[in-house]
C-alpha cells in the first residue's frame, strides 16, 4: 500500500456508490480503456457492477505506447474484465497528422468512430474516464465524445482524482499511483508533422528512462532534438546516467538531448503556444 495515498473517505465511498448506481442504469457499456489511472478504476468498478455487460476496449495505434497496451492487457487479465482492442488510424487523417491545436478532436472522433457500431449494436453507452478535475481544461477530444453520444459517469458521481487514486488501492489496483500521462503525440509541438517513426523514438527513449526507474517522464520530440523532462528532484540523478542515455536516444535517431532544468510539467509544449511568436 502507497502510504502517500489516504484510505477513501465516507464521502468517497458515497460517490463511489452512485457511480455504481449510474453504470447499472445505463444497463451496458464500453469502457474507452487506456489503462490509465481513471480509465483503469472505471473498467474496473463497470465489471463489478455490471459484470459482462461491461467491455472494456483499447484503441491501438501508434500514439500509444506498446507497453502501455501490454499493461492495459495485463490488468484487464488480472481484474478479470472483457477486454478488446480496436485499431485506430487517425495518422491516415490529414486533420491530425499536421498536428493542430485541436488535435485531439480527431482522435477522439477517431476512436469514437471505432466504437459506435459495436455499442449500437450491443444496444451499450460508450463510457469515457473523464473527471471534475478536467473541468475548465481546453479538451478538445472531450467534444468529439460528446457529440457521438459518449457518457462521463466518474464526472456524473463527482469524483476526483485524489478520490480515484485512494479507492484504487482500496481495490488492489496497480494503477493507483500510476503517474498521469498522455498520448505520445502530446510530446510533438503543435504545427509539427506526427508521424509513425517520430511516435516511435519518443515510445522507446520513455521506455529506456523507465526501465532506468525514471518512472516519471517525457522526451519531448522537436525534429533533431530530444528535451528529456523529469521531476525536478530527479535531474542529478539522471545526469549520473548521462552517457547511457546520450548514446541510447542518438541511436534512435535524434542529433541533440537535452535536459529541461524546469523538470517534469504537464502541458509543457502550451507554453509556447501562450506566448505566442517572438
Not at 468512430?113 to 478535475?133: T, Y
Not at 464526472?155 to 481495490?171: C, H, N, P, V, Y
Not at 545526469?239 to 504537464?266: C, N, W
Amino acid at each position: 500500500m502507497n502510504a502517500t495515498i489516504p484510505p477513501p473517505s465516507p464521502e468517497v465511498r458515497a460517490r463511489q456508490a452512485r457511480l455504481e448506481e449510474i453504470l447499472r442504469g445505463y444497463g451496458k457499456v464500453l469502457v474507452a480503456y487506456s489503462g490509465g489511472v481513471d480509465s483503469s478504476y472505471l473498467a474496473a468498478v463497470a465489471h463489478r457492477a455490471l459484470g459482462e455487460r461491461a467491455v472494456a476496449v483499447t484503441a491501438q495505434s501508434e500514439s500509444l505506447a506498446p507497453e502501455e497496451l501490454e499493461e492495459a492487457k495485463a490488468l484487464a487479465a488480472r481484474v478479470g474484465f472483457a477486454h478488446e482492442i480496436v485499431r485506430t488510424g487517425e495518422l491516415n487523417d490529414p486533420n491530425y497528422a499536421s498536428n493542430p491545436h485541436n488535435r485531439c478532436y480527431f482522435c477522439k472522433a477517431e476512436l469514437m468512430n471505432k466504437l459506435f457500431d459495436a455499442a449500437d449494436a450491443r444496444g451499450a453507452k460508450i463510457a469515457l474516464g473523464a473527471i471534475v478535475d478536467d473541468l475548465g481544461d481546453f479538451r478538445p477530444g472531450e467534444a468529439a465524445a460528446k457529440e457521438r453520444g459518449a457518457v462521463f459517469p466518474l464526472r456524473e458521481a463527482g469524483l476526483t482524482k485524489a478520490d480515484i487514486r485512494s479507492l484504487s488501492q482500496e481495490m488492489g489496483l496497480p494503477t493507483a499511483d500510476k503517474p498521469g500521462g498522455a498520448c505520445l503525440s502530446s510530446r510533438i509541438p503543435f504545427g509539427q508533422e506526427v508521424t509513425a517513426k517520430k511516435l516511435n523514438q519518443i515510445a522507446e527513449s520513455e521506455a529506456l528512462l523507465h526501465r532506468m526507474g525514471f518512472r516519471e517522464c517525457r522526451v519531448r520530440h522537436h525534429e533533431t532534438i530530444a528535451r528529456i523532462e523529469v521531476p525536478a528532484d530527479r535531474l542529478a540523478g539522471l545526469l549520473e546516467r548521462r552517457e547511457e542515455i546520450l548514446a541510447a536516444l542518438k541511436k534512435l535517431g535524434f542529433v541533440y538531448v537535452s535536459l529541461d532544468l524546469q523538470g517534469l510539467r504537464s502541458g509543457s509544449l502550451h507554453e509556447a503556444v501562450a506566448r505566442g511568436p517572438s
